[in-house]
């Protein structure tokens, strides 16, 4: 093939997400509380382009619907915080976390809990859920207006503020990204 024959092949893939925020009531009700854009940083691109150029990890699921785990690269846990500052593709971190209850200088975080795909399998969705639990836990007295999803190697891969929620033990908070 000559090079007046090679023929320029150009591709493209746009990547977004959403976050939505839920109340679970105690009696198994689902309420919607807010949902909007998020903003992917630049750890996701970094985490993106080492998944693609390495070792893909191991795949867990049923049939077509996999999950990559044990490369550090998968989003495994959330944190949320009180920032209201406007996220940017710089950030590396959530900027005003919460503690985590009974040790103040660890920062609370919620394991993902389960995954979903869409029916076309173009789109993943993640849950983590801050639980009812003690009145006195700090995620139960603290306004929250922030949260961010992160890899299991703690890369910040998106990051999000939203209307403050105050967060009562009566209920518990689904975060679905």
């Known amino acids: 093939m000559s090079n007046t024959d090679t023929k320029k092949i150009a591709d493209s893939a746009v990547f977004k997400g959403a976050v939505e925020i839920s109340a679970i009531l105690k009696d198994g009700s689902v309420v919607s509380l807010w949902k909007d854009h998020n903003l992917l940083t630049n750890g996701f691109i970094q985490s993106?382009?080492?998944?693609?150029?390495?070792?893909?990890?191991?795949?867990?699921?049923?049939?077509?619907?996999?999950?990559?785990?044990?490369?550090?690269?998968?989003?495994?846990?959330?944190?949320?915080g009180t920032s209201t500052i406007t996220p940017t593709r710089l950030d590396t971190a959530?900027?005003?976390?919460?503690?985590?209850?009974?040790?103040?200088?660890?920062?609370?975080?919620?394991?993902?809990?389960?995954?979903?795909?869409?029916?076309?399998?173009?789109?993943?969705?993640?849950?983590?859920?801050?639980?009812?639990?003690?009145?006195?836990?700090?995620?139960?007295?603290?306004?929250?207006?922030?949260?961010?999803?992160?890899?299991?190697?703690?890369?910040?891969?998106?990051?999000?503020?939203?209307?403050t929620i105050s967060k009562s033990f009566i209920f518990q908070l689904q975060y679905a990204w």
């Open 48 to 80: 993106l382009m080492q998944f693609l150029s390495g070792n893909p990890g191991t795949m867990t699921g049923t049939g077509n619907r996999t999950v990559q785990t044990g490369t550090g690269r998968w989003p495994t846990y959330m944190k949320v």
């Open 94 to 163: 959530i900027l005003s976390p919460i503690p985590f209850p009974g040790n103040e200088s660890a920062d609370f975080f919620m394991a993902i809990t389960s995954f979903s795909f869409s029916t076309n399998n173009d789109a993943i969705t993640f849950y983590a859920v801050i639980p009812g639990g003690d009145e006195d836990f700090s995620y139960n007295t603290t306004p929250l207006s922030e949260v961010g999803l992160f890899t299991e190697s703690d890369v910040l891969i998106a990051r999000q503020v939203y209307p």
